[in-house]
């Protein structure tokens, strides 16, 4: 029997798809993607090796998965039943996928993560890049650039050292920390339920109603306290219901409010009234579509990675 499975281990790894390495308890086994997978099962881990493209189509793999650096992953309708770790330049991008581990990324190129369900995401360096998604655990990006669209957040996110942080359109029922970004941030007709932070942003904050940073029709909701402090941006609080209090100290300029802003609790702080003739030039001004720009460069990677992996062929999972 032992001649028997060294032999079939021995062809297993021949083919590329098996890897084993032997311990002194027992053998840990991964399956290597290379090229295109389709609807099979793994039954345990899955590792894009470094500088290659795998793409998953109905996949489900029951151990963790790792993308290498400069790797890339495309995914759709796949089944992730374990963490998912994204290297360096690596580039993740799943549609209408479950992950139902954690989704760590350092020094990524970035994450595309649409009409899927994960839990935690864990972010340093790289986009985060959210739509239509589900979100179940607390969402970190950091010293990267993080955009949210129509999405559900159950937990916290957080927003440290980024270029930007925006969010549109989506719900947060936990905690919004948005700190230290070079380029603010935006709040557009999204929910927050815990207490909301901007504090330490430079360039423009725009916490609902329009402006130089993108259009915002609909109206923001903070359930708890929001606090707008030592920011150098130029921030605008408007169209928007805050149900705590508000805390605007050591802004500069201060905070603008809005003639839509409504403050249910008390105010600590200076604020100054926005003018309309500052809505005027803002609505007349082209906006910054940085979600359009994101798009744009997560799907120029997918496609790269997409050729790439045909080209390798079907990958043996």
Do not use: W
Request: hydrophobic share 40%; proline share 1%.
């Amino acid at each position: 029997m032992k001649i028997l499975t060294l032999i079939a281990t021995a062809s297993l790894v021949a083919t590329g798809s098996l890897v084993a390495f032997t311990g002194s308890a027992q053998a840990a086994l991964y399956t290597t993607c290379v090229g295109d997978g389709g609807a099979v099962t793994v039954t345990n881990d899955l590792v894009v090796p470094a500088g290659k493209s795998c793409t998953l189509t109905g996949t489900k793999v029951k151990g963790t998965v790792t993308v290498e650096a400069g790797a890339d992953l495309v995914a759709a309708g796949a089944t992730f039943n374990g963490t998912v770790t994204v290297g360096e330049n690596a580039y993740l991008d799943l549609t209408d996928t479950t992950v139902k581990g954690a989704l760590t990324t350092t020094s990524a190129f970035g994450a595309h993560v649409e009409k899927s369900t994960l839990k935690a995401v864990d972010a340093t360096e790289g986009f985060v890049y959210v739509v239509d998604s589900t979100l179940g655990g607390a969402v970190s990006s950091k010293a990267g650039e993080l955009y949210v669209t129509g999405s559900t957040l159950n937990s916290s996110l957080t927003g440290e050292n980024n270029q930007y942080s925006d969010v549109y359109d989506s719900t947060v029922k936990g905690a919004l920390t948005v700190g230290g970004n070079t380029l603010g941030g935006v709040f557009c007709a999204s929910e927050v339920y815990g207490a909301a932070t901007y504090t330490g942003n430079a360039d423009t904050l725009q916490i609902g109603g329009e402006g130089l940073l993108g259009s915002c029709a609909g109206a923001s909701y903070f359930g708890g306290n929001l606090a707008v402090t030592d920011n150098t941006a130029k921030s605008v609080l408007d169209n928007a219901i805050v149900r705590g209090g508000l805390t605007a100290t050591g802004n500069n300029p201060v905070l603008a409010v809005g003639e839509l802003a409504r403050v249910r609790g008390g105010v600590t702080g200076e604020t100054a009234a926005a003018g309309a003739s500052a809505a005027r030039s803002a609505k007349k001004a082209a906006p910054q579509d940085r979600g359009a720009d994101l798009a744009e460069k997560a799907a120029a990677r997918a496609a790269e990675a997409k050729a790439d992996a045909h080209g390798a062929g079907p990958s043996r999972l």
